[in-house]
């Protein structure tokens, strides 16, 4: 045995023979979506009778993602499209977390938030009873680079949150970075950093880890993330379903945040290769996160126990 191979030999090889007592020490299995459950608009072969044969051992499934453009309305209908049915009540995502956050900690909702992301952040957060301002309108504006001219933004936002942006451009980041850094008090939210995400698929584009990144550099600030591996919706699962985190088990395709998030909170690991981790960075020596268990795709499951 190398020594790459005795440093991972507590990672285990999905099989028929370990997946018994995976599903026997488990009520809840908490899914990643994008390199999971499918690839941009294209669900992963096998994912639906994987879903069905879960749901049909009793086990309660959640979808917990970084990618904080859509809310969870608009993810429920994404599954709905793909022919997965799930709930609103089933999804989690950052857009959502970056709302709760907000409201948990009390956000005075004379206060305003600047989006720098997409729709699903503005959705949640006027769920939660707060004003959003940028977003995509924002992508159609220019900055003026001239003399004398003062770029104004709105004094009353409190809070800058920084997500995945189709629409990035240089007007707001520095209308970002105006609030974050002349607005007495004004938080600085990340809803994830993912360097990267499959928003085709056929290949990886970049994630929001680079637009947070803008901004830390332009600021000289860290962002509150709330989204993976921060453990913070993880409360709002455990209030829900009323499931102790021994009894989940996060299946995910990225080393640093769907596994780490779930050793974070304590649940069980299972690494899928099917998104952006290969076997060759899981048993790299230097890699330190090291899941119970992986296997080459979420159906796996369905093909290891299933009729």
């Known amino acids: 045995m190398n020594s790459a191979t005795a440093s991972k030999s507590t990672s285990r090889l999905l099989a028929a023979d370990n997946l018994q007592n995976l599903l026997d020490s488990v009520d809840a299995f ?26 049909s051992k009793g086990k309660k499934l959640v979808f917990v993602t970084n990618n ?5 309305r608009q993810y429920a209908q994404k599954f709905r499209s793909v022919g997965i049915s799930v709930t609103e009540d089933e999804m989690f995502s950052s857009s959502f977390a970056a709302a709760m956050f907000l409201k948990v900690n009390n956000f005075p909702k004379d206060k305003k938030v600047y989006v720098i992301g997409e729709e699903g952040i503005l959705e949640e957060l006027k769920l939660a009873g707060f004003t959003g301002l940028g977003g995509p309108e924002d992508g159609k504006k220019t900055a003026e680079l001239k003399p ?7 004094k009353s936002v409190g809070a800058v949150v920084v997500g995945l942006d189709r629409y990035i451009n240089y007007y707001k980041l520095q209308y970002g970075t105006l609030c974050i850094r002349e607005n007495p008090g004004c938080l600085f939210i990340a809803t994830n950093r993912d360097a990267v995400g499959h928003m085709t698929n056929l ?62 909170a304590g649940c069980k690991t299972l690494l899928v290769l099917s998104g952006v981790t290969n076997l060759t960075t899981l048993q790299d020596d230097s890699n330190k996160i090291i899941p119970d268990y992986y296997t080459s795709k979420v159906s796996d499951i369905f093909e290891f126990m299933g009729p």
């Open 30 to 55: 908490l899914f990643d979506c994008d390199g999971v459950i499918w690839k941009g608009d294209e669900l992963i072969d096998g994912v639906a009778q994987t879903l069905d044969f879960l749901r």
């Open 68 to 72: 904080s453009t859509k809310s969870r």
């Open 148 to 154: 004398n001219h003062l770029f104004e933004h709105d």
């Open 203 to 264: 290949q990886e584009w970049p994630g929001a880890g680079c637009m947070v990144a803008a901004i830390c550099g332009t600021t000289e600030k860290e962002p509150i993330v709330v989204g993976k591996p921060s453990t913070f919706l993880m409360d709002f699962l455990i209030e829900k379903f009323h499931i102790s985190c021994s009894r989940m088990c996060m299946v995910g395709d990225r080393l640093d945040t769907d596994i780490l998030f779930g050793q974070n």
